[in-house]
């Protein structure tokens, strides 16, 4: 596989993250397509459950309790 037009940013990146880990770029890059394709990507997000699990370990928010009124009538003339 040969990728082709990598930004020079990036790949100065790679040599680096390589080097720091004491391998070549081409293994750095199998490993980290390895790391981000290891885990199923879940197509149906609950993003108010992704929110919760995020802030949960926070602690809860205890809030004051607003007084409303009733929703009114509205005539649309039809």
Do not use: W
Request: glycine share 8%; aromatic share 2%; net charge positive.
């Amino acid at each position: 596989m040969t990728i082709r037009n990598i930004d020079d940013s990036l790949r100065k990146r790679l040599r680096l993250r390589a080097a720091q880990h004491g391998r070549s770029m081409e293994e750095e890059a199998r490993d980290i397509l390895r790391a981000a394709l290891s885990t199923e990507a879940s197509l149906s997000v609950d993003a108010g459950q992704t929110i919760h699990q995020r802030f949960a370990r926070l602690g809860g928010v205890d809030l004051p309790v607003v007084a409303r009124e009733a929703i009114r009538d509205v005539d649309f003339g039809g």
